[in-house]
């Protein structure tokens, strides 16, 4: 019961490892994220936050917001997006009594709604945790007040007294007791190398920009990095979690991602949907984006980005204005024009994916082969969840990813493609590496490898049922190598790490044909 009242107390003070906005650019993106629900703007400094590639002062994106709607029995639209200081629905903070939200512990715990971590930080405290369990161990991985800071800091838990869910953001429960506790070993875990992770709610305070009821909704929102040698080190993901913890069973719930595309230049885009890879994306008109008076230019062959949805596969994909009333917004996340009024394509027949053909085929539908005026363009790319009970999670996961190898029409081939691949990419996330002292890759997918028990006490088996593996090389999470094995044409390879000092572990695995990395953790 003292540590639970303890862990409490330090929620109501969290000091270190928040802020109130920050750059993530771990890789070669450099995002502004805010609380203000509109990511990717500097509204202190009135200037875009999307910067690829980062240090060239160009801007590829002005802003990005997560809508979410629902209707309940009467028909009634809930709604709930962000905005700016002024004019906003969502909040930041958990859900919690509806009488905490304006007290000054709740406003303390939330003020710098922002957590910052970096997974090295993570596994240099694991490790250090781990060295300090063990007498015989005598390593010592240098970590500053400011990572350690991070890692007590850590939101796992809300004030259960304020009426906040006991379980917040997600940690490696080490002693498997439900409880964050770093000084037993506990860490929180995050996906990439470098995440920034906020938690948001709807009902805090009164809607001023849609004046709409509350949904009632918990968002739990992780935006994180990899470092990489292709296309992924231009990339930002998102991973958005929403509860419903209304005690509404809403009939029609709908999420979308809305994006004010800015490609440099923002005065000569086009906007494309691709239904097959379930990605939004802009791209310049022409193939050269020249400066304007507010924003600097791509120049000669000029990228093409997209926002990509991963985890569920979307329902629309239109266009939007931006000045458009609640009932006209929930009509575009439905998938159809403001109106009400279905899209039809130039073939005759209805849809719900605007400028679904290719650029690059002048015979199919887009901004591009219909003569479109080229502007600063607004794209909404839509989930239909359906029915959403009270205590319901949404999850949609997000990946921002930018080319730029050819000419302005190559580079939206280049997009689609590599949206086609991402999936797959992140399905075996475990190949990226994440430590300050060795490059992160993504390896060739060739080799299926299994890895398992893991986590492990030591022992455990790799398994290749497509190649055979010819050598495995084992290092610990400073890359110093701890094992090395040559094998003969075996297809499942038992490897002993007993007497290892606990933590993370890279197990790079060669075949003739490919190589491939996995994390491991010995416990």
């Not at 997006?81 to 958990?94: A, I, R, Y």
């Not at 000054?104 to 781990?130: C, F, G, H, M, V």
């Not at 007294?161 to 379980?167: H, I, L, P, T």
């Amino acid at each position: 019961m003292m540590r639970i009242t303890i862990l409490f107390i330090l929620i109501c003070y969290q000091l270190f490892g928040q802020v109130k906005s920050t750059q993530i650019d771990y890789n070669n993106v450099s995002a502004f994220i805010s609380g203000e629900g509109t990511f990717f703007y500097d509204f202190e400094n009135q200037v875009k936050g999307y910067e690829v590639p980062k240090g060239l002062g160009v801007h590829a994106l002005k802003d990005m917001q997560f809508w979410f709607a629902a209707k309940d029995m009467n028909g009634e639209i809930y709604f709930s997006q962000g905005g700016t200081p002024l004019e906003k629905d969502v909040f930041n903070g958990p859900i919690s009594n509806l009488s905490v939200y304006n007290t000054q512990a709740y406003l303390n715990s939330w003020e710098k709604p922002i957590y910052i971590i970096n997974q090295a930080t993570i596994d240099k405290y694991l490790s250090n945790y781990n060295c300090s369990q063990d007498p015989d161990c005598v390593d010592n991985y240098p970590i500053s007040n400011e990572e350690i800071d991070q890692i007590n800091n850590w939101p796992a838990h809300g004030d259960i007294s304020m009426g906040q869910a006991f379980n917040l953001a997600p940690f490696l429960d080490n002693q498997e007791d439900g409880i964050y506790g770093p000084t037993q070993g506990d860490v929180p875990l995050i996906k990439g190398c470098y995440a920034a992770y906020l938690i948001q709610n709807d009902e805090a305070m009164p809607h001023t920009l849609t004046n709409t009821n509350p949904i009632g909704i918990e968002l739990r929102i992780m935006f994180y990095q990899y470092h990489t040698s292709d296309y992924l080190n231009n990339t930002l993901l998102v991973d958005v979690e929403a509860i419903n913890r209304s005690n509404i069973d809403y009939p029609e719930f709908m999420h979308s991602v809305a994006i004010n595309g800015a490609l440099g230049n923002e005065t000569d885009d086009f906007l494309g949907c691709d239904s097959l890879s379930n990605i939004i994306y802009f791209y310049n008109s022409d193939n050269i984006d020249e400066e304007s008076s507010s924003s600097s230019g791509y120049g000669e062959n000029p990228p093409a980005i997209g926002i990509v949805g991963l985890h569920q596969k979307s329902s629309s994909c239109v266009p939007f204005s931006g000045n458009e009333t609640v009932e006209e917004k929930w009509n575009l996340m439905k998938g159809y024009q403001s109106n009400g009024d279905s899209w039809i394509h130039p073939n005759g027949y209805e849809t719900k994916y605007v400028y679904s053909g290719n650029p690059n085929n002048p015979a199919e539908w887009s901004q591009l082969s219909q003569g479109n005026t080229p502007g600063n363009v607004n794209g909404l790319l839509s989930m239909d969840f359906g029915m959403f009970h009270k205590g319901d999670t949404l999850r949609q996961s997000y990946a921002i990813i930018f080319t730029q190898d050819g000419n302005h029409l190559e580079n939206v081939e280049s997009l689609i493609e590599n949206a086609m691949e991402l999936k797959n990419t992140l399905d075996n996330e475990g190949t990226i590496l994440c430590t300050d002292e060795v490059l992160n890759i993504v390896e060739d997918d060739k080799l299926d490898v299994e890895i398992f028990p893991n986590p492990s006490s030591g022992i455990f088996q790799i398994k290749n049922p497509i190649d055979h593996i010819h050598t495995i090389l084992i290092s610990d999470s400073q890359g110093r190598i701890v094992k090395e094995e040559s094998i003969q044409n075996n297809e499942m390879i038992e490897i002993d790490l007993r007497g290892k000092q606990a933590g993370i572990y890279f197990v790079q695995v060669t075949s003739n044909n490919a190589m491939m990395v996995k994390k491991i953790l010995i416990h």
